[in-house]
């Protein structure tokens, strides 16, 4: 069975205190070093489930003797979001006393890791890397947190900056699998992508407002760009954020699936020994972020929606359609058209909508104008 640690968070008011949980398979500081966690937006469960079933999986194979490198597993990553409960709906997107977006405001490592790098790089790319990894340790002991939630995600960030591999389990509203990912990780997590069945993989280097994913791989990247001549490899830290479908997609034969699609990723990498079997086929090629349609809402009213997921559309086709109900009667209704021809991968659940609201996703080839000031929204 793992190691089980409790790691406390700061007590957010007299009386309260909170603390993560986290699963440590393997010795700690083998090699290769994989971390997972779900429900960093609290409300978004499934991965919550897939890690139930991967932590029985592993639990099997450490008994087998087949952990070879490290695993750590953070099952339900935010106990602050968990317990926003409110009116009866739980609401774990962002933090209810004002401090954010949970999936935002990692802090970026990129300019101190290049400063402190700089000239230190040699031709070994396995020192290179463990330098990195050190470096990058020692960086983020320097940071402070002042709050729970900035605690957190400080928390959260030590535990996966010196991991090879490092994913993040969310869920869209209703969707397809698919996933967000740097585009110098394209097409190294090919096999990933093929092995979960993703529909859509969305390539973009700085999505805005500094997600996990991008706050644990970036500095590795600057320091690419910033090093031609040294010898370093993205692949060195794999991470990317899991869309596992809808809200209301946690169902056990899924996430069984799920589960052992990430357990064969964990084998193909030499995380864990044994035989990850044939790769199936690849459902869908990279896509840059900035050629998803993100199809909004341009008034407040009801929103139908008129394509289903994994739905083909063309450009002018009509994806959605809102209606004020107050407005005249015989108004008609407003039509939202499709800006690209591509696969529609996520939309949001028929609801009353705000204008600016995004209600579908669509992903296309050509890069389209994007008016939001981040690709990930809000
Ligand atoms: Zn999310």
């Known amino acids: 069975m793992p190691t089980t640690l409790h790691l406390p968070l700061a007590s957010p008011a007299p009386g309260t205190e909170r603390h993560l949980t986290l699963h440590r398979f393997g010795k700690a500081g083998a090699r290769p070093k994989a971390y997972f966690q779900a429900a960093l937006h609290a409300d978004e ?41 409110v009116h009866g709906q739980l609401l774990g997107r962002y933090g209810l006393d004002a401090s954010g977006n949970f999936n935002r405001g990692f802090p970026d490592l990129s300019d101190k890791l290049v400063e402190a790098l700089r000239n230190r790089l040699g031709r070994d790319a396995a020192a290179n890397a463990a330098l990195v990894r050190t470096t990058l340790l020692g960086l983020l002991a320097e940071k402070k947190a002042l709050g729970e939630a900035q605690q957190l995600r400080l928390t959260l960030m030590r535990l996966a900056i010196d991991a090879d591999i490092a994913l993040d389990l969310h869920c869209d509203d209703e969707a397809q699998m698919h996933i967000y990912a740097g585009p110098k990780l394209w097409p190294e997590i090919s096999d990933l992508a093929a092995l979960l069945g993703a529909a859509a993989v969305l390539l973009e280097e700085d999505s805005g407002g500094e997600p996990f994913d991008e706050a644990l791989a970036r500095p590795w990247w600057r ?26 997609d946690i ?24 035989d990850a079997g044939a790769l199936p086929p ?26 289903s997921l994994g739905e083909r559309v063309r450009t002018g086709d009509v994806v959605a359609e809102i209606f004020d109900p107050i407005a005249a009667p015989g108004t008609a209704r407003t039509q939202l058209l499709a800006r690209t021809d591509g696969v529609v991968f996520a939309r949001s659940v028929p609801c009353l909508v705000r204008a600016g609201d995004r209600v579908m996703k669509i992903a296309g080839k050509e890069k389209l104008e994007q008016t939001d000031a981040t690709l990930l929204g809000d």
Request: charged content about 20%; aromatic content about 2%; glycine content about 10%.
């Open 45 to 85: 469960l499934p991965g919550v489930l897939v890690l139930q079933h991967l932590i029985a999986a592993l639990a099997t194979a450490e008994r087998e003797g087949r952990v070879t490198g490290e695993i750590l597993i953070v099952p339900a990553a935010n106990p602050i979001g968990l317990s926003q409960t």
């Open 223 to 248: 320091l690419i760009d910033a090093n031609q001549g040294a010898v370093l490899s993205a692949a060195s830290m794999i991470t990317g954020t899991l869309e596992l479908r809808g809200r209301a």
């Open 251 to 274: 169902d056990d034969a899924q996430a069984q699936k799920d589960a052992q699609a990430l357990l064969k990723f964990l084998i193909r990498r030499g995380v864990v020994a044994g």
């Open 282 to 307: 690849l459902a869908c090629a990279g896509t840059a972020l900035d050629a998803v349609d993100f199809v909004k809402a341009p008034h407040a009213g009801l929103l139908v929606q008129k394509r």
